[in-house]
């Protein structure tokens, strides 16, 4: 009988520590697929430029600027609508003078069903309102930054001259 109590207590306590391990293990491996999952999110959906940055003058200095965007190969949508509640897509304004974050802009859809939400397939214009940001006149650079996954940026050059054409593709 001894015998048998000195096999059984051992063999409790492994089990005890085995069934520990196992769910540990488990937590760990559940952690790692949410970290991973979150990983591939962020980097493999976002927002690409689709065509030329339009920059728009008043003759002598930038005022807007238009950038045609689609989402990146990815299959998550992007939070894309300036009035969005929580995570949003933000614009920031480079030029050599400044730095402004959260510039204010516009979305008008291309293709869509019209939500906050670019998705695959679908296409919008974003204006951007530079006209109380724009030092420099020259070269600047957007960001269009979604909340979540990859970003644009789009540095260009204005024409040297004045005066400036109302509205000029920039390559």
Do not use: K
Request: no cysteine; charged share 20%.
């Amino acid at each position: 009988m001894q015998v048998g109590l000195l096999i059984a207590g051992p063999l409790v306590v492994a089990s005890t520590v085995g069934a520990a391990m196992v769910g540990v293990g488990q937590l760990s491996t559940d952690q790692f697929s949410d970290a991973a999952y979150s990983a591939v999110r962020r980097t493999s959906s976002g927002v690409e430029l689709r065509g030329p940055v339009i920059a728009r003058t008043d003759g002598e200095r930038l005022t807007h600027v238009l950038l045609d965007v689609g989402t990146t190969a990815g299959e998550w949508p992007v939070q894309l609508g300036p009035s969005s509640d929580g995570e949003r897509t933000t614009v920031r304004y480079i030029d050599d003078g400044t730095i402004v974050n959260d510039v204010p802009y516009s979305v008008d859809w291309i293709s869509g069903d019209g939500d906050d939400l670019l998705e695959a397939g679908e296409s919008a214009q974003i204006s951007i309102d530079v006209g109380d940001v724009s030092t420099s006149g020259g070269a600047f650079t957007i960001e269009v930054r979604p909340a979540e996954g990859l970003y644009v940026s789009a540095r260009r050059s204005l024409p040297a001259g004045q005066p400036l054409d109302r509205v000029i593709p920039l390559w």
